[in-house]
Every structure is written in structure tokens, then in C-alpha cells.
């Protein structure tokens, strides 16, 4: 059987054998007309070039170094997703790790994708700093998401978490809600607190007083604010809305009501942070700030293609939106110790 070569690709999608070439390497750009041609044709013949032959002819691994946060949480796999999909139709491969989460769980694994001869780095979410990042990947391609690094090198994909806790806190205050109870995220953890700082715009706005017995621990996890909210039901302080700074966190509080035999939307209303797929389908389901995590991967790994061209690349501020479902109501006058 004769072997299908770069030549016979161009005679039969009409172009020349250079112009296939960057097609099969994603190293220049290619007008879509010829683009679908050439996949045409290579399809046709079934044509599967050598990585190993190209990687040794323009001095690349063929190879995208991702670095991910808990393989298994739904958000941060959503953006996983988002990247495996913007790399798809390129000659590119992604190479997972995890980071935990933590610092030298971080540093280990972006080192060790770098030991593989990654091209280029994308880092989702994760706790190192901008100076971390800088010293340990130096000139390689890097692009962070799900998170901002304050620093001119290092561009971001990130969603606007400040807004995010606004449009949510300032939903319930317009369904009539003035003590709002808030389960925080981690501590230290940039959109927690970005989200919390939209929660208090919100009140701040509309005037409200905001009632800091209602600011309640979290750490992102479900078994946190599920104790949180038993404690705040036990403190018997008047509430009326709970907004979680995480689906997670929401499905706590929601387990908590449920248990005390608190309805859900009737007694206390819920919203959530980041839609997760389950958010939909939780009884009732959650009104939740989307976040675009799909989108955010995507972005990210077609942008990456940039870098590694030579082209600059902004960092990208995404808004969240509101999915109004049915965990939210308009408060009522009522006779109980949550009102």
C-alpha cells in the first residue's frame, strides 16, 4: 500500500504542500476554505502524520501542560473540558495534572510538565502567586484561568466575581429580602472574597444595613455550611435568604433547611454560585450565578495558540449570569423566627 505523504494531501485539496503544513501544525492561520479542504482530503485518505516527526522538524512537543485543581469538582473539570474542546481541531495534546490546591502540590506538578517539554502552560485556578509563576515557568507560553494574577506577564481568562455577588445579592433584595445570610468560600480565596465584596455593594447600594451575625464560615464544601447554617438556626437570628458563595456551599445550607423542616423557597430563600450541572436539578432547583467555565477553557487554549505564534494576548474579563430557577421568592410577611 503506498504511503500517503504532505504532497498528495495538496494535490487533491488544491494547495500547496506548505499551506497543508500549517494546517497539520496549527502554525499559522489559513483561510477556512482551504482549511476544510485539506481536513477533507485527509480524511479521505485516512492520513495520520507522525507527531514525533513533526515535534523533531519545528523543535515542539506537540504538547499543552495543564495544570487543574481537584480532578472530580465539577467546576474546575467544566474547564477542563473548555480546553480539551479549543484544543480539538489542532495538532496539540493536553497533559493533565493536579495541584491540590496547594502550594508545593502546585510548584511539583507545573515543573514536572515542564520536564515533559511542554509548548506552553495553561494554569487553572490554583494559589500560587504571579512571582511564583513567573520565576518557575519564565519565557514559556502561560495563561491563567478561572483566577486574575496581578502581573503584565502573565495574561488571565477570569470571571468578574464582585459582579457576580451583586447581581446575586441585589436578585433577593429586589424579591423583597433584607436579612440575607452569606456562607463564605476559603479565607484567603480571591473569589470568595471578591464574592463577598459584591454582597456588600449590593447592601451598600440599596441602603441596607448589613448585618455581620449573618456572614457565615465556609470553605467552599457542602458539610461547612451545612454546620453553619445549623448554627445560625439554632443562634435563632431572623433570616429570610441565604446566598452561598458556591453551589457546593448552597447544597449544604439546602440539607440543613430540609432537616429542620425550613421550606425552600416558602420560608428561605437560596442562590448559589458557578451553576453547576446539578444545581438544576436540586429540589427546588437553585438559582445560581453561571460561570462560563466551559467558555473560559476554550478561550484560553485557542489564545494560547497566539503566544505560541507570536502574537500578544489581553487578559479577558468574563460576566457571570443569573439562572433564575425556583429556589428563590418573593418574601411574604410571616410569623416565624426567620422573618
Not at 494554569?123 to 511564583?132: K, P, T, V, Y
Not at 445570610?181 to 454582597?199: E, K, M, S, T, V
Request: proline share 4%; glycine share 8%.
Amino acid at each position: 500500500m503506498k504511503t500517503v505523504t504532505i504532497q498528495d494531501i495538496a494535490n487533491v485539496a488544491n494547495v500547496s504542500k506548505s499551506t497543508v503544513s500549517r494546517v497539520l501544525n496549527g502554525t499559522a492561520g489559513v483561510h477556512p476554505d482551504k482549511r476544510k479542504a485539506i481536513l477533507a482530503a485527509t480524511h479521505k485518505f485516512g492520513f495520520q502524520p507522525n507527531v514525533v516527526a513533526r515535534s523533531l522538524a519545528n523543535g515542539r512537543s506537540l504538547t499543552i501542560g495543564v495544570l487543574t485543581q481537584n480532578i472530580g469538582s465539577p467546576f474546575y473539570d467544566a474547564i477542563s473540558q473548555g480546553v480539551i474542546a479549543g484544543l480539538q481541531d489542532s495538532t496539540y495534546s493536553p497533559i493533565f495534572m493536579d495541584g491540590q490546591w496547594e502550594r508545593t502540590s502546585e510548584i511539583s506538578a507545573i515543573k514536572a510538565l515542564i520536564g515533559r517539554r511542554v509548548d506552553g502552560l495553561l494554569l487553572i485556578g490554583g494559589a500560587l502567586s504571579g512571582n511564583d509563576i513567573s520565576r518557575i515557568c519564565k519565557d514559556l507560553p502561560t495563561i491563567v484561568i478561572a483566577r486574575q494574577v496581578p502581573s503584565r506577564k502573565l495574561p488571565c481568562v477570569f470571571v468578574d466575581n464582585v459582579d457576580g455577588g451583586y447581581i446575586a445579592t441585589k436578585y433577593l433584595i429586589e424579591n423583597g429580602h433584607r436579612k440575607i445570610a452569606f456562607i463564605q468560600g476559603l479565607p484567603q480565596h480571591q473569589d470568595a472574597i471578591d464574592r463577598f465584596a459584591g454582597f456588600c455593594r449590593a447592601f451598600k447600594e440599596s441602603g441596607i444595613q448589613l448585618d455581620r451575625r449573618l456572614v457565615l464560615d465556609g470553605d467552599f464544601t457542602a458539610i461547612k455550611a451545612e454546620c453553619s447554617v445549623n448554627r445560625l438556626c439554632e443562634s435563632r437570628l431572623k433570616f429570610t435568604a441565604i446566598f452561598a458563595a458556591n453551589d457546593a456551599s448552597a447544597f449544604g445550607a439546602r440539607l440543613a433547611l430540609y432537616r429542620r423542616n425550613i421550606g425552600v423557597p416558602d420560608e428561605v430563600s437560596i442562590v448559589g454560585f458557578d451553576d453547576q450541572m446539578e444545581s438544576a436539578f436540586l429540589t427546588p432547583p437553585l438559582t445560581t450565578v453561571r460561570q462560563p467555565a466551559q467558555e473560559m477553557g476554550n478561550l484560553a487554549s485557542r489564545a494560547l495558540f497566539d503566544l505560541l505564534n507570536g502574537k500578544p494576548f489581553k487578559s479577558q474579563l468574563l460576566k457571570g449570569c443569573l439562572q433564575i430557577r425556583e429556589s428563590v421568592a418573593r418574601l411574604k410577611t410571616r410569623s416565624n423566627h426567620r422573618d
